[in-house]
């Protein structure tokens, strides 16, 4: 697997990604305004995707790289590929390759309660990377509860 910043025609990969999400995050393939933001990412080379030995998407990540507080706007990893370490490979590129410290990065990601917390993975995930529950967010567009999680660096 090689992680390197996404480029134009990484563009479809990346809508087939978010599709594999939609359940839990609402529409996005067909939003305009999603489009838009990862086409802004790929044009300011703040998005990354990881790729296998066969070229196939198995990941991306836009990333939002204004100090001293950083943002994952997005991180998707392929149904298949969960649990492999991709997605902990996405991280570690956005943090050497945006990430000046010292501040933070925070991600907004399922709250406790939504159906999404546990069967995602997502906060387990980002716990094991460090991050720690902070204040709630604004409910996604679907209405579940959202929770900001943030990673001290230095």
Known sequence: MIVRLAREQDFPGLLGLASQVEHWF?????????????????????ALVAISSRSELLGGLLFGAGPPTYHVHWLVVSEKQRGTGVGRALIADATRRFVLGPGSIEVVTFGADHPGAVASGARVFYERLGFTPAEAAEPGPEGGSRQIYRLAVV
């Open 26 to 46: 609402g529409p996005m393939v067909g939003d305009p305004g999603f489009q838009k933001a990862v086409e802004k990412h790929i044009c300011r080379s703040t």
